[in-house]
């Protein structure tokens, strides 16, 4: 029996194609629903997603692992909406509507040509050079690799930051550059979007075509024991297991494994920096619109 430790996509990513041929395992997951990260919240009609949740079309895996269009996609236009306190500036593509970025007061004209001829060179580097590089020694960090471009102070508070600060997680952008231009080519080459029953949709997705047997939710590994292989749940109940798969975040993963703890995770909302926050949300009764944006509030916070 394989077992794995951790309920989210990764987890019943592995769970389901080990499934699909024919593999037996038992998936572990601490919490009451499958989905790790990917929550979402119902209140007075509305679908509340937690955090920044979005999906890419350009995500290659999610089509292998699940029928997109059962999942009702929810498109966002290319671009985003920025807002400083005063007024909504709209950013559009440069690659989709040329005209309307190079128009837009979202920044400077220097830094949008910065930013559209290095979406030209992301267009022409292959997935597998952006992914070797995250794990290159001599890899700068993301703030570092804009500023030897030339980006100026401006395009870091207006759009790196509270744009990439949600996604990284890391609104100081000390993440590798090699991360940060992965992404910035997805979102280059493919359109955002959210499931119409919000993210949770995509693990209940996942989990929907797994056998309920196999998935134990409530159920917390506290430990791991060798020779034989095996866990210890919470409740002091051990069970063997040929394989181990630990599908968890870093700090879940080191305490399980009983390592030292990993660096304090960086924040997006710190006083350094303009904290990230999309404005997305269905509504039962909601007006119709031309258009779903992105929107990114840019004041400080204390």
């Given amino acids: 029996m394989i077992a794995i430790v951790g309920g989210g996509l990764a987890g019943l990513a592995c769970a389901l194609e080990l499934h699909r041929v024919?593999?037996?395992?038992?998936?572990?997951?601490?919490?009451?629903?499958?989905?790790?990260?990917?929550?979402?919240?119902?209140?007075?009609?509305?679908?509340?997603?937690?955090?920044?949740?979005?999906?890419?079309?350009?995500?290659?895996?999610?089509?292998?692992?699940?029928?997109?269009?059962?999942?009702?996609?929810?498109?966002?236009?290319?671009?985003?909406?920025?807002?400083d306190g005063r007024r909504l500036t709209h950013l559009a593509s440069p690659f989709?509507?040329?005209?309307?970025?190079?128009?837009?007061?979202?920044?400077?004209?220097?830094?949008?040509?910065?930013?559209?001829?290095?979406?030209?060179?992301?267009?022409?580097?292959?997935?597998?050079?952006?992914?070797?590089?995250?794990?290159?020694?001599?890899?700068?960090?993301?703030?570092?690799f804009l500023k030897q471009r030339g980006f100026s102070e401006s395009f870091f508070s207006r759009f790196a930051q509270p744009f990439f600060g949600g996604v990284l997680l890391?609104?100081?952008?000390?993440?590798?550059?090699?991360?940060?231009?992965?992404?910035?080519?997805?979102?280059?080459v493919g359109r955002?979007?959210?499931?119409?029953?919000?993210?949770?949709?995509?693990?209940?997705?996942?989990?929907?075509?797994?056998?309920?047997?196999?998935?134990?939710l409530n159920t917390r590994v506290a430990g791991i024991f060798h020779d034989p292989h095996g866990l210890v749940l919470e409740n002091g109940d051990t069970l063997r297991a040929d394989k181990i798969i630990l599908a968890l975040d870093e700090p879940s993963l080191c305490q399980l494994l009983r390592l030292p703890a990993p660096p304090p995770a960086r924040g997006v909302s710190g006083e350094r920096s303009p904290p990230c926050a999309p404005l997305c949300s269905n509504h039962k009764h909601r007006p119709r619109v031309r258009a779903i944006r992105l929107a990114f509030d840019l004041r400080h916070r204390p």
């Avoid at 009451?32 to 890419?56: A, C, E, M, N, Y």
């Avoid at 890391?170 to 280059?188: I, V």
């Fill in 22 to 83: 024919g593999r037996e395992f038992v998936l572990f997951e601490a919490a009451p629903v499958l989905g790790g990260r990917q929550r979402t919240s119902h209140k007075d009609g509305f679908i509340l997603d937690h955090g920044f949740q979005v999906v890419l079309s350009s995500y290659d895996a999610v089509a292998s692992v699940c029928d997109m269009a059962s999942l009702q996609p929810r498109w966002f236009e290319s671009g985003a909406l920025l807002h």
């Fill in 96 to 144: 989709e509507n040329p005209v309307a970025a190079l128009i837009s007061q979202a920044f400077s004209i220097p830094d949008k040509l910065r930013l559209a001829r290095l979406g030209a060179e992301l267009l022409l580097t292959t997935t597998e050079k952006l992914t070797a590089r995250c794990a290159a020694l001599e890899d700068v960090s993301t703030r570092v």
């Fill in 170 to 188: 890391d609104n100081d952008l000390s993440t590798s550059a090699g991360l940060f231009l992965y992404y910035l080519k997805k979102f280059l």
């Fill in 192 to 216: 955002a979007w959210i499931p119409a029953g919000g993210i949770q949709s995509l693990p209940e997705a996942l989990g929907s075509q797994l056998p309920s047997t196999a998935l134990l």
